[in-house]
């Protein structure tokens, strides 16, 4: 199963103006909202993670949404699946994870729903306030512009590989994993102050993903030099295949996003990994180790959310 593929067909299928980001923009209500789903075993696995971070995890992936869209998180709602056998303390703990979440945030949770399951299923919405930023869209990377990123890339994916495999423990990469912290502040310096259309998303399902995603909906390519790419030299160290870690490997939660350069001087702590330029014969074009790189399908490299 394509996920691309299939939000293309449930698109068609709906007439949709607002399906294809990671938010719906409601301009009229001046809204953008969002929803994920997390399910053991393909999204968490409860052998890895406490209740506790659990909770944690599940609210900042929905936050990382809400801040990449450009909009400022506000509301959540929280349904969760429960299994039989969970106790009301695994419960409680999951909300303290997600309270912590939200430590100095102007966000609240203000409502869901629970009932019985097989296995914990997670869904959670977010809605956040537009105020007068700028709202992004996938489909609004301009050639010229410059790909910027907020922070390294691959340490989840290899502390996800530490705890599955046993291996020698890493306190770094594993904290990257299971409590992530999402980009709000980084997305919010683009979205107050920008003034032309921009995209902007999370690299919740990896870095070139998120790329991918851009120049498809674009009809661009996405340059890249890998030699700016940020990552934990530890990820290099630890693992041959570490570029697919960086490339690929998803639930970093940081911000990429396609600016003109006449923003870069009042933008802070940004890194310019390559540019934006006209529509080549791939969606992305990776300049590493003195030659090119190119691709058109990622549907073998990155996260399946399908499990």
Request: net charge negative; charged share 25%; glycine share 6%.
């Amino acid at each position: 199963m394509n996920e691309i593929n299939l939000i293309k067909k449930i698109k068609n299928t709906l007439k949709s103006q607002y399906i294809g980001d990671d938010c719906a923009y409601l301009k009229d209500l001046g809204i953008v909202i969002s929803q994920d789903s997390l399910v053991e075993d393909v999204h968490f696995s409860k052998h890895m993670m406490s209740p506790y971070q659990i909770g944690y995890k599940s609210v900042m992936v929905n936050l990382s949404d809400i801040a990449a869209s450009g909009a400022k998180p506000a509301y959540l709602t929280v349904a969760l699946s429960l299994p039989k056998q969970i106790e009301d303390e695994a419960v409680v703990e999951f909300y303290e994870g997600a309270k912590f979440a939200l430590k100095g945030l102007d966000v609240e949770i203000v409502g869901g729903d629970i009932t019985g399951s097989d296995k914990l299923y997670i869904s959670i919405s977010v809605i956040g306030k537009t105020l007068d930023r700028k709202i992004s869209s996938r489909s609004h990377a301009k050639i010229g512009h410059k790909i910027i990123t907020s922070g390294v890339h691959g340490s989840s994916a290899a502390g996800l590989r530490i705890l599955q495999n046993n291996l020698e423990p890493d306190k770094d990469l594993i904290k990257a994993h299971l409590m992530p912290v999402a980009q709000i502040d980084f997305a919010k310096q683009i979205s107050e102050q920008i003034q032309e259309d921009y995209a902007m998303m999370d690299t919740s399902d990896g870095l070139f993903d998120a790329l991918f995603k851009i120049g498809s909906a674009s009809e661009c390519t996405m340059s890249v030099d890998f030699e700016r790419i940020l990552y934990d030299p530890k990820i290099k160290e630890y693992f041959s295949d570490y570029k697919d870690l960086i490339l690929f490997g998803g639930e970093d939660y940081q911000i990429v996003a396609t600016v003109p350069v006449e923003l870069l001087p009042s933008l802070k702590d940004y890194i310019i990994i390559g540019e934006v330029l006209p529509k080549e014969d791939c969606v992305i074009k990776l300049n590493t180790d003195n030659k090119v790189e190119k691709f058109n399908d990622l549907s073998n490299k990155c996260f399946n959310h399908f499990g």
